[in-house]
T-cell receptor
Framework: EAGVAQSPRYKIIEKRQSVAFWCNPISGHATLYWYQQILGQGPKLLIQFQNNGVVDDSQLPKDRFSAERLKGVDSTLKIQPAKLEDSAVYLC??????????????FGSGTQLSVL | RKEVEQDPGPFNVPEGATVAFNCTYSNSASQSFFWYRQDCRKEPKLLMSVYSSGNEDGRFTAQLNRASQYISLLIRDSKLSDSATYLCVERGNYGQNFVFGPGTRLSVLP
C-alpha cells in the first residue's frame, strides 16, 4: 500500500513568518495525527483527527498553530507566526480506527522545520 | 510528570550482546503498548506490540508488567543493523492517541 505522503521535506523560515505543512494519509485510514519531534525527544502529539473531526488538540498551541482536515482525507498544519522553539520535525501519521490493525501507526517522512 | 519514561542511553554494546531496555508509564488506564524503532533522520516504525503474556519476534522479546507499570524490550544477539532509537509507546482507551517516550538510543559496535 502507498505510504503517508508529506510535504515539504525541509523548510527554513525566519521567526515570525508563517509556514504550512501538508499530509495525505494512507487510503482508508480514518485517523490522522500530527506529531512534533524536537531533536533528542520522542514525538509529541499536536492534534488527532478522526475523519474530519478533532479528537484531541489539547497540546496544540492554538495561539499560533492550526490544523484542518476538511474532507476527512488530507490535512494541513499551519504555524503563524513561527518562533525559534518551533524548530523540529513535524510528523504526520495515520492508522485504522478499528480492528486488529488499529494499533499500528504509519508515519510519513516528516517535515524538518528550521526557524532562524 | 512525564507520562512515559525511558533511559535515554546511549547503550553501546558489541555485536552479539544481549541488551534490555525498560520503560515506565504513569497512566494506569493504558490499554495498549508498543515498541517503535526510529533510525537516524527517519520516521518511527512499529517494531512490535506488547501483550500482557509477553511476546517474542525472533531476537526481540517484549514484556509488560501492569502491576509495576513497566514494559521491557530484550534484544538478543545484537546486530549492527539494530543500531537505532527505540521508542516506548502507550495508548489509553480505544481511540486515544499514542504517547511516546523520549526513546533509548542503541549503538551496536563491531
Amino acid at each position: 500500500e502507498a505510504g503517508v505522503a508529506q510535504s515539504p521535506r525541509y523548510k527554513i523560515i525566519e521567526k515570525r513568518q508563517s509556514v504550512a505543512f501538508w499530509c495525505n494519509p494512507i487510503s482508508g485510514h480514518a485517523t490522522l495525527y500530527w506529531y512534533q519531534q524536537i531533536l533528542g525527544q520522542g514525538p509529541k502529539l499536536l492534534i488527532q483527527f478522526q475523519n474530519n473531526g478533532v479528537v484531541d488538540d489539547s497540546q496544540l498551541p492554538k495561539d499560533r498553530f492550526s490544523a484542518e482536515r476538511l474532507k476527512g482525507v488530507d490535512s494541513t498544519l499551519k504555524i503563524q507566526p513561527a518562533k525559534l522553539e518551533d524548530s523540529a520535525v513535524y510528523l504526520c501519521a495515520s492508522s485504522w480506527t478499528r480492528g486488529p490493525r488499529a494499533g499500528k501507526l504509519f508515519f510519513g517522512s516528516g517535515t524538518q522545520l528550521s526557524v532562524l | 510528570r512525564k507520562e512515559v519514561e525511558q533511559d535515554p542511553g546511549p547503550f553501546n554494546v558489541p555485536e552479539g550482546a544481549t541488551v534490555a531496555f525498560n520503560c515506565t508509564y504513569s497512566n494506569s488506564a493504558s490499554q495498549s503498548f508498543f515498541w517503535y524503532r526510529q533510525d537516524c533522520r527517519k520516521e518511527p516504525k512499529l517494531l512490535m506490540s506488547v501483550y500482557s503474556s509477553g511476546n517474542e519476534d525472533g531476537r526481540f522479546t517484549a514484556q509488560l508488567n501492569r502491576a509495576s507499570q513497566y514494559i521491557s524490550l530484550l534484544i538478543r544477539d545484537s546486530k549492527l543493523s539494530d543500531s537505532a532509537t527505540y521508542l516506548c509507546v502507550e495508548r489509553g482507551n480505544y481511540g486515544q492517541n499514542f504517547v511516546f517516550g523520549p526513546g533509548t538510543r542503541l549503538s551496536v559496535l563491531p
